[in-house]
């Protein structure tokens, strides 16, 4: 978690915009096999991976998101890359890859990405019956640029024992991934389905827009809304002014963040409203 947000502290102290502080972020969490995304992602009910990633401008909602991917080793710089290098917004499965090596995105040989812990995670939720689990770790990034620019990047392995071919929040523009210069930028984490149905990142934002709520404000009531309807996750989100917001609804939630002054600071389970 230090080494994701010393990645972006780097880019942003240089001057840096903030879409480039979300993505190498993203990037080092991607390389982390702890995290369940990249390198950790969880395997599906077929023993396969499928990643999904998202990448968002607040200048001017230029989106970028790729969904069932195998191969590349940064899912988040394929999303940048569709954001960048196409005319669409969201990319898939073989046509998403094909599009990764037009684009000389880096891939990773199979077994790069399979780890013991993974395997033995999706053996304990096949012998319970078929058990679907939220794998731990999916993994975002959130910032503000000297300039005032927002952005956000969000990236995946989804759930253990999922079903071949499901898509969750990450990749999706506006439920588990936003950024608006106007408003806020927000990464999302958790059940998936319940951030997609909520709309819960544009929510956030729409509360700032439309109901002159504050970041906190909107951020914890868009998750206590969630663990009304059964949803069970958290987010990190920095609005217009800087402000912050980390809210969960789960017993903990890997979180930090750096300000300008350079010092980095990390939290689990403590502080479950944190913001400032």
Same mark, same amino acid.
């Given at each position: ?23 190498? @972020? ?5 390389? !982390? ?14 023993? /396969? ?34 954001? %960048? ?8 499965? %073989? ?9 000389? +995105? ?8 399979? /780890? ?22 999916? +993994?975002? @990034?959130? @910032? ?12 995946? $392995? ?9 898509? $969750? ?7 588990? =991934?936003?950024? !608006?210069?106007? /408003?806020?930028?927000?990464?999302? =984490? ?40 059964? $949803? ?9 002014? $800087? ?17 300008? !002054?350079? @010092? ?6 403590? %502080? ?5």
């Amino acid at each position: 978690m230090r080494r994701a947000l010393a990645a972006g502290r780097v880019i942003l102290a240089a001057g840096g915009s903030a879409l480039d502080a979300v993505t190498q @972020a993203v990037v080092a969490l991607e390389d !982390d096999p702890l995290f369940n995304a990249g390198r950790g992602s969880v395997f599906t009910a077929a023993a /396969t991976q499928e990643m999904d990633a998202s990448v968002m401008d607040g200048r001017d909602h230029r989106a970028g998101a790729v969904a069932g991917l195998f191969g590349p080793r940064n899912p988040v710089l394929a999303a940048r890359a569709v954001m %960048e290098h196409s005319h669409h917004v969201l990319l898939i499965g %073989e046509g998403a890859l094909a599009f990764c090596r037009e684009q000389h +995105v880096p891939f990773a040989e199979p077994g790069y990405f399979s /780890t013991e812990e993974r395997r033995r995670e999706l053996q304990d939720a096949l012998a319970e019956r078929g058990r679907i689990a939220a794998g731990e770790g999916t +993994v975002g @990034a959130v @910032a503000r640029d000297g300039a005032g620019n927002l952005a956000a990047a969000t990236s995946t $392995g989804g759930m253990t024992g999922k079903s071949p071919g499901r898509v $969750g929040d990450s990749p999706i523009i506006g439920a588990g =991934t936003y950024a !608006d210069n106007m /408003t806020c930028a927000v990464s999302a =984490t958790g059940h998936g389905e319940f951030f997609i149905r909520y709309g819960a990142a544009f929510e956030i934002a729409a509360r700032l827009r439309h109901a002159g709520q504050s970041l906190p404000q909107a951020a914890h009531a868009v998750i206590e809304a969630l663990a009304i309807f059964g $949803g069970r996750g958290g987010l990190v989100a920095v609005d217009r002014t $800087g402000a912050l917001a980390l809210p969960f609804n789960t017993a903990g939630m890997y979180r930090g963040y750096v300000r300008a !002054d350079a @010092a980095i600071h990390t939290a689990i389970w403590d %502080e479950p409203y944190l913001s400032g």
